[in-house]
Each structure stands twice: as C-alpha cells, then as structure tokens.
C-alpha cells in the first residue's frame, strides 16, 4: 500500500519569507515517482513537478526548490521568497512505477494550505 | 503540457436526478483516465480508473452502479452520477496521463478543470 503524508495541514508566512511544505511518503515499490500540485481557490491543479525515484538530485525552478532525500521518504517543497499569489494548497502525490500494480494511480496526501500575507 | 478539460465546470440538480460529466483530453489520446473526488478541505480521493474499450475499475467502497463511468474514445470519458443525493455533492476531477515524450516509457498525469456539483 502507498502513503502520503503531508503534516501540515496550514502554514501563514509574510510575503517574502521562504517556507518548506513537507512530504514523507510510504511504499513498496522499487521504482515510483513523487510529484508536487498546486491547487490554487478556483480548483485546479497545476502541476509542478515529478520526481522520479531513482534520481535523488535536487531541482530548482526560479523561486520553488524541491529536496528529495530517498534515506528518509521524504519530498520537501521550498518557496523563496513567498508571493500573496502562491497561496494555496499544495498537494505532494506518488505513483508506482509501470511494471507495478499501482502504475499512474496517484495517492495524494492530505494537502497544506499556504497562505501568504501581503 | 497537455490539456484536460471537464464540462460541466459547475452543476446543480435536484435530488434524485441523474448527472452526467465529461472529460476531454484535447491534444493526446488517452487510454486511460482516472476519476477523483474532493470534500471541501479534503484531499483528492481516487473513485476509479476508466479504461477505454473495457470496464472501469473501481476503488473499494465506490458503487459501480451509482457512478457509471464509460470510455467512449481514447479522447473522453464520462462519469454519470446516478440517482444523485446531498451526500454526492462535491468536487470531481478527472485526469489522464500523458507521454512525457514520443520516445518516453514515463508520463505525467494532467488534470481537469474540476467539476463542482451541488444536490439540492
């Protein structure tokens, strides 16, 4: 079985500020792939980024960085320097490889609304 | 990247009726698309996986009977809430995955716009 685990359920920062959005996952395939949503208040979700599971480099996308550290299950998302329209919620999902059972399924954890004050 | 669309993006009905909703993948074909519910506040929760040419599959504790879901395309799937009630009133969304290249054996799973459906 898979498992996303989003622990913050709501964080406020000030415009400017960087802040990590934190994912530990679960699961039992060898090869998975995490992946980072944004749903803004009109529902959407915007994609930001996949990872796959056998390339632990970070990545850096103008102000979002993510960190992938496969020793702790762990997927963080950081904004630098924080803007009022990246209030959201985020999602951080994760799929099984093709060759698995759970291939494209995606497992969502439970969401963290950022909100950021002007 | 591709483009997934829903329609309705909003519905109301009366109790009792049936609800039928479209999604449409506009520039690439999709054998498979996967159909997802979210509570106010919630996460997303997958309801089932649309095959097309075959029957869905549906995750424990859905009602095949009461959402039907057909591939009609490999550019549509339609979910048909049936016999509707309060209880169903939530947000729907769809998503296919698409190739992330021609030559690619991985893909990324785009979504819809949402569906917001409300049962008076």
């Known amino acids: 079985a898979q498992k996303v685990t989003q622990a913050q359920t709501e964080i406020s920062v000030v415009e400017k500020e960087d802040v990590t959005l934190d994912c530990v996952y679960e699961t039992r395939d060898t090869t998975y792939y995490l992946f980072w949503y944004k749903q803004p208040p009109s529902g959407e979700l915007v994609f930001l980024i996949r990872r796959n599971s056998f390339d632990e480099q970070n990545e850096i996308s103008g102000r979002y960085s993510w960190n992938f550290q496969k020793s702790t299950s762990s997927f963080n998302f950081t904004i630098t320097a924080s803007q009022v329209v990246d209030s959201a919620v985020y999602f951080c999902a994760l799929s099984g490889g093709l060759s698995s059972g759970s291939a494209r399924q995606l497992t969502f954890g439970s969401g963290t609304q950022l909100t950021v004050l002007p | 990247g591709a483009v997934v669309s829903q329609h309705p993006s909003r519905v109301i009905c009366k109790s009792g009726t049936s609800v039928k909703i479209e999604c449409r993948s506009l520039?690439?074909?999709?054998?498979?698309m996967f159909w997802y519910r979210q509570f106010p506040k919630q996460s997303l929760m997958l309801m089932a996986t649309?095959?097309?040419?075959?029957?869905?599959?549906?995750e424990q504790g859905v009602e095949k009977d009461k959402f039907l879901i057909n591939h009609a395309s490999l550019t549509l799937s339609t979910l048909t809430v049936t016999s509707a009630h309060p209880e169903d009133s939530s947000f729907y969304i769809c998503s296919a995955p698409a190739l992330d290249s021609l030559i690619s054996s991985t893909d990324t799973q785009y979504f819809g716009p949402g569906t917001r459906l409300t049962v008076l």
């Open positions: 649309s095959n097309e040419g075959s029957k869905a599959t549906y």
């Open positions: 520039d690439f074909q999709a054998t498979t």
